[in-house]
């Protein structure tokens, strides 16, 4: 079964912190991306990566960073973490080929930012 | 600039009858379609696609039906089932894998 595992449900940080979460899949996929979600907004892009060490901006970038050292695994960084950077964020992972593959989500890292 | 939209935020059906859940696009690019379901606490799931050359997709109780020069697609869930309450995201994909998502619509079904 595809498996995508995000390494906190929950995390509070404070203001300026850099902060860090993971996200790992076990299914081989090419493609990695970091969602985050909030009410009436929906899902936003904030980065994607399609091949180890690539990387691509998404719609809202500003103030994450990303980092795909192996195939499994995609980290997002928050450089210096503000409050408004509090919100549900999804990790998410595909197979390369062809628009039609849907994406594989984990569970979510629910973070709060003080 | 929203190039997905979901205008409905939430919509209620009594159990056994026909869920509609609608969603507009802008952008005539798009190649695919897609729908996620979310319950809480839990990621989106992949629950049915289509591609942009075609105008009805059937899996099961789900429909997705394609009016392009509308620039809107529907869900149709028949019949519904308690179980099918959740939050569901229309999705559109172009340039191969960028995915747009909607805001979501939060469907209740009620025994």
């Known amino acids: 079964d595809v498996k995508v595992t995000q390494s906190s449900r929950y995390l509070v940080k404070r203001t300026g912190e850099k902060v860090f979460l993971e996200c790992v899949q076990d299914m081989d996929h090419e493609n990695m991306f970091w969602y985050r979600q909030d009410p009436g907004l929906g899902l936003r892009l904030i980065y994607f990566s399609y091949d180890v060490k690539m990387k691509e901006k998404g719609d809202i970038p500003e103030g994450y960073s990303v980092s795909r050292e192996k195939k499994e695994r995609f980290s997002l960084i928050l450089e210096s973490a503000s409050t408004n950077q509090t919100s549900m964020y999804l990790c998410a992972s595909s197979y390369q080929t062809g628009g039609s593959q849907p994406q594989h989500f984990g569970d979510g890292t629910r973070l709060s930012i003080l | 600039d929203q190039q997905v939209k979901q205008n409905s935020p939430s919509l209620s059906v009594q159990e056994g009858r026909i869920s509609i859940l609608n969603c507009d696009y802008t952008?005539?690019?798009?190649?695919?379609f897609l729908w996620y379901k979310k319950y809480p606490a839990e990621g989106p799931t992949f629950l049915i696609s289509i591609s942009s050359i075609k105008d009805k997709n059937e899996d099961g109780r789900f429909t997705v039906f394609l009016n392009k020069s509308a620039k809107h697609l529907s869900l149709h869930i028949v019949p519904s089932q308690p179980g099918d309450s959740a939050v569901y995201f229309c999705a559109a994909v172009t340039g191969g894998f960028k995915t747009i998502f909607g805001a979501g619509t939060r469907l209740f079904v009620k025994a």
């Open positions: 952008n005539s690019m798009f190649d695919y």
